[in-house]
């Protein structure tokens, strides 16, 4: 099917190609066309072309901006249920509070000595999230997690000799009454 769709829009292409060739030569067969006959024409289709192209860009972002993957910046509008302080430091990761799935959970994220990336990925190995630990700030990262089970901690930006070793595994348990959204 796959190889069949591809044919089809190759051909397709090609054919559209070949006959913007064959348009062009006979186009310039008839010799050069004097400016000002033109010009009129010129500006009207280079005003419909900004309004289509304008038009379809303007679609294609309205229809694409609710499926924006930065969730924790939706999240973030109402107050987390769950409180986790995160510190990075060379080469661990200190973690003060528990997560529950459920309600939003707010990492507190910072560094006690130089810059560390801190991403939280699950039990299958996806990114669910990350965060800049700065040394001196706390960044907050608010998530929603819906799986319990064991989560990892890795850095993600080199801060040492012992940056590949720095990772450390949390365990997120069911949602207790209290802690849902
Ligand atoms: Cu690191």
């Known amino acids: 099917m796959i190889t069949y769709l591809a044919l089809v829009t190759f051909l397709v292409g090609a054919l559209a190609l070949a006959s913007v060739f064959v348009l062009a030569s006979q186009v310039a067969r008839r010799g ?3 400016y000002p006959e033109v010009a009129g024409r010129a500006y009207r289709l280079r005003l419909v072309w900004f309004f289509a192209v ?4 303007t679609a294609a972002f309205l229809t694409a901006l609710p499926y924006v993957p930065y969730t924790h910046y939706r999240l973030a509008s109402g107050p987390a249920a769950i409180q986790v302080g995160v510190t990075g430091s060379q080469y661990a990761w200190g973690i003060d509070g528990t997560v529950t799935t459920g309600g939003k959970v707010e990492f507190a994220v910072t560094s006690a000595d130089v810059n560390h990336g801190f991403g939280l990925y699950d039990s299958s190995g996806h990114l669910v999230g990350q965060v800049q630990a700065m040394p001196g700030y706390t960044n907050h990262l608010v998530l929603q997690l819906s799986e319990t089970g064991e989560y990892t901690v890795r ?3 080199y ?3 012992g940056h590949s070793s720095m990772f450390m595994t949390i365990h997120v348990s069911p949602c207790q009454t209290g802690c849902c959204c």
């Open 32 to 34: 050069p066309t004097p």
């Open 159 to 161: 801060c040492g000799p």
């Open 54 to 57: 304008g038009g379809i860009l």
């Open 155 to 157: 850095c993600l930006e």
